[in-house]
């Protein structure tokens, strides 16, 4: 029982509503994943091995470069319009304005420099607007996507921003499977029309969802520009380690390796999702929640890490049992996709557990603290993977794998944890002060 005139709560909302908010939530972006899994199985199949791969590599380059377009901006958004609904105008303007130049700038770039490692076409003309249009979908377009699913999980219209991701997945797996089954298109030059249309008309979409919340008033806040770099840098950094393994695998192995190891990434990336889901679900609560300090969110953190494990848990457990049916979709010649699935399912734990923490960091507006850690991880995480993919390939790459998640365990808590004794401290400052 509560003491008299206390509230017992269970988090800042009823258990049973969170329950069937997180089944909803984790449940359009498992379908999502799927879509998209078989999105890219439909890919491998028909672009073959040499197409296939230079559509990964330069779509690599586009998902490092995704998370710099907007410097960061988003999550602003999500943060603020969570605690004030009214300076929503402001922060989707602040939002667009940063989209379109950095955007602009970071497909400029790729399209003078990308053409000098990547071949779509043997007329020089044609090669370099393929990359281009191929940035302009990966990078302006889906950043405006996924802007508008922020946006609705901001207003707490977790509904919609669901049938975003679900939208968007199912969209480009139809365009897939018109333009390479229907159609009988084998090459990335081709394909890059069809996923040019088909992100332009999700995008459209979007911007008529989210017509009636509200138009923008364009105007930089300039406060939280440092706090946009603070967000976006390490997931810069955290793109590039991922990358960093892929590339030296090229170098030093077999096609085949580095194909099935690509899958078997994609496959650890989807069943993250199942924590992903959580955390966008938690996130506007905590910066609730977090808003007179993180020791207030402590109990709620512990019971988020709680979920998340046991849910990352069920997640390995799945993939792990499901791995043989894998060669069925992407076809028999990746011949080490089942051994390598295996292997990385389990990381998917070490990373739910750290990601909570650094979810909460970034909640209570400790940007700083949060881009330490996952930034100097990143660092340290692209040279100990690249090391060891060059040295031991493949086995070295799942060892680094697992050696920087579970570091990234121990220093995203400890941060966590030095900043609640902090702000419990403050808190007991201010207190006192004001008793006396």
Not at 331 to 341: A, C, H, M, R
């Amino acid at each position: 029982m509560a003491p008299e005139g206390v509230t017992e709560q269970r988090g800042d909302r009823p258990f049973l509503p969170m329950v069937v908010s997180y089944l909803a939530s984790g449940g359009s972006l498992v379908l999502g994943s799927a879509a998209q899994l078989l999105t890219f199985a439909i890919l491998a199949r028909w672009l073959g091995v040499h197409e296939f791969s230079v559509f990964v590599a330069i779509t690599a380059v586009a998902n490092i470069a995704v998370h710099l377009c907007g410097l960061g901006a988003m999550e602003c958004l999500v943060r603020r319009v969570a605690r004030d609904r009214a300076i929503y105008p402001q922060m989707l303007g602040h939002n667009v304005i940063l989209t379109a130049a950095s955007g602009a700038a970071l497909v400029l770039l790729g399209a003078v420099v990308l053409p000098f490692f990547f071949t779509l076409s043997p007329d020089p003309v044609t090669n370099v607007a393929v990359i281009t249009l191929m940035l302009v979908t990966n990078i302006l377009l889906v950043r405006v996507i996924v802007l508008t699913e922020q946006i609705f999980i901001a207003h707490t219209d977790f509904a919609s921003a669901n049938k975003v991701v679900v939208g968007f997945a199912a969209a480009r797996t139809v365009a897939a499977a018109l333009a390479c089954i229907a159609f009988g298109f084998t090459s990335v030059a081709s394909w890059a029309v069809w996923q040019f249309l088909c992100h332009v008309l999700v995008a459209l979409f979007c911007m008529r969802a989210i017509r009636g919340l509200g138009a923008p008033r364009y105007r930089i806040v300039r406060e939280e520009l440092p706090q946009g770099l603070y967000f976006s840098i390490p997931f810069i950094l955290r793109a590039l380690r991922q990358n960093a393994d892929l590339l030296v695998l090229s170098l030093v192995t077999t096609a085949e390796v580095v194909a099935s190891y690509s899958v078997a990434r994609r496959m650890l990336e989807s069943s993250y999702l199942s924590v992903e889901a959580l955390n966008r679900l938690i996130y506007p609560g905590s910066a609730r929640a977090t808003a007179a300090g993180l020791h207030q969110a402590l109990q709620r953190v512990r019971r988020v890490l709680a979920a998340a494990t046991v849910i990352s848990l069920a997640a390995a457990v799945t993939v792990f049992v499901l791995a043989p049916v894998l060669p069925y979709l992407f076809g028999k010649d990746y011949l080490s996709l089942v051994g390598f699935v295996r292997i990385l399912c389990w990381v998917v734990v070490p990373l739910a557990m750290w990601s909570v923490a650094v979810e909460a960091l970034g909640a209570s507006g400790a940007h700083a603290a949060r881009a330490t850690v996952m930034g100097l991880g990143s660092i340290a995480g692209a040279g100990l993977a690249a090391w060891a993919s060059w040295y031991a390939p493949p086995m070295g790459t799942f060892l680094s794998f697992y050696a920087i998640e579970i570091a990234m365990v121990v220093a995203s808590w400890s941060v966590f944890l030095h900043f609640v004794r902090r702000d419990r401290r403050q808190a007991a400052l201010t207190f006192g002060a004001g008793a006396i």
